[in-house]
Every structure is written in structure tokens, then in C-alpha cells.
């Protein structure tokens, strides 16, 4: 599935800045003057910019999501909807009653970073997809709308997965190889020979080929948990 233009890119929540909305902001003597209310300005503006959902057409992988778009695109379409026929058959537009702007969404919060006040999101996944791929795919993306901003913009990565996992891979490895060291010291100590203490120790390389090809087999991926039960279960 393709969502955002990225592939296995489920949604991208986005946190602070502002929500840009358009405003109608309707003047009450000039409503009651044509005799109008609320409601009939909110029945207009439904009327002539519906958008209307269906079904989607699968192709794997890809999903197409049929839907119908209002047809208003500018404050000049809002301006120009009719909200009613008078007795001498002259329409009342939006613009005769309201004075259409753009505006913000009320906020009750701000995304800051290092004092200062930012605008970030959150890249969704799809469930089982590949997260260094689709980090991949994502940075890619970002390098190519980076072009096109002002350049006191700049898209920097706040949390990246790929370090996460790879500093948790390099904890395992590190924490692999310094137990299986200890281990063998222990062993040619207790044991009081280098050569027998070599040949006990060749277990622990033979039993991680064992847990990773049982993994492989019934398809476990090699996250944190698994490789550190992994570690656990090897030296115990």
C-alpha cells in the first residue's frame, strides 16, 4: 500500500504550528437584513462543497481510494456560493453577508524544540514492513522537499529508528562477544586446560546458529527482545 507517496508509509501525524482553515465571518446585521440564518449559510456551504467517499480499487500493493473533491478551491468560490433566491429572483451570495479570510484552528499547545517553536511529524509504518527501507525512502523524500523550501527552513530528524536499532544491535553484539569471552576464561580456569576449555566453549557459536536459523525458519525478526532473550538463553 502507498499512502503520502512513500511505500509501506501508513499516515504522518503532524504536531504544533497552525491548522490553516478558511473563515466566514458573517456580519449579523447584514444577516438579518436578507433575512437569512446559520443554518442556511452552513446548508450552502455543504451544498456546494461536498466531498463524498466510495470504495477503493486494490493493486497489489498498491490501494486506489475512490473519492469526490468540493469543487471550492479560493475565497473567491466561497464568496460566489449562493445561499438563497430572493422574491425578485436575485441571488445572495456568501460575499453580501460575510467577509471570507483565511484563518488558524484554535491552539491549545505548541511543539518546541530547544526553545524554539517548530513543526514536526511522525512517520506511521505499516505492520511488517521494512523499517530501515522505509527510513530510507522517507530520508530520500525529505532531501528532495528540502530543495524546494526557503532556506531558513530546514527539516532535521528529532528521533531516527535506524540509530535505535542500530545502537540495540550494537549492545547485543558487544554484550555476544563479551560474555562468550568470559565464559571461555571461565571454563579453561575451572577446567585447567586451554584445548578442553576451547572445545566446551564451541557450543555457544553452535547454538547461536541454531537460535538464528530457528528464527529464520519460522520467520522471527531480530529485534531487541529476540536477540536479547537470545544472549540470555546462549550463557545460561
Known amino acids: ?56 480499487i486494490d493493486k497489489n500493493p498498491t490501494a486506489y481510494f475512490i473519492r469526490g473533491i468540493g469543487l471550492v478551491k479560493s475565497l473567491e468560490d466561497i464568496e460566489k456560493i449562493v445561499v438563497k433566491t430572493t422574491d425578485s429572483g436575485i441571488p445572495v451570495l456568501i460575499r453580501d453577508i460575510a467577509t471570507v479570510q483565511f484563518g488558524s484552528a484554535t491552539r491549545y499547545g505548541a511543539f518546541v524544540v530547544d526553545t524554539t517553536e517548530a513543526v514536526g511529524g511522525v512517520v506511521m509504518m505499516l505492520k511488517g514492513a521494512n523499517a530501515h527501507q522505509v527510513i530510507d525512502n522517507v530520508e530520500e523524500r525529505i532531501r528532495s522537499i528540502q530543495k524546494s523550501l526557503p532556506l531558513q527552513v530546514k527539516i532535521e530528524p528529532f528521533l531516527n529508528r535506524s540509530d535505535l536499532v542500530g545502537r540495540a544491535i550494537g549492545t547485543v553484539s558487544r554484550n ?22 576451547l572445545i566446551v566453549a564451541s557450543v555457544i557459536p553452535l547454538s547461536m546458529l541454531f537460535a538464528v536459523s530457528m528464527m529464520n525458519l519460522f520467520g522471527v525478526s531480530g529485534n531487541l527482545m529476540s536477540l536479547g532473550a537470545i544472549d540470555f538463553r546462549t550463557y545460561r
Open 1 to 56: 500500500m502507498r499512502c503520502s507517496g512513500l511505500r509501506s508509509v501508513a499516515d504522518i501525524n503532524s504536531y504544533g504550528g497552525f491548522v490553516k482553515q478558511y473563515e466566514i465571518a458573517v456580519n449579523p446585521e447584514q444577516l438579518r437584513g436578507m433575512n437569512l440564518t446559520l443554518t442556511e449559510i452552513f446548508n450552502a456551504l455543504e451544498r456546494n462543497n461536498e466531498n463524498t467517499g466510495s470504495a477503493y
Open 176 to 197: 555476544l562477544l563479551e560474555g562468550a569471552l568470559i565464559v571461555i576464561f571461565i571454563l579453561v580456569l575451572l577446567l585447567g586446560n586451554v584445548r578442553a576449555g
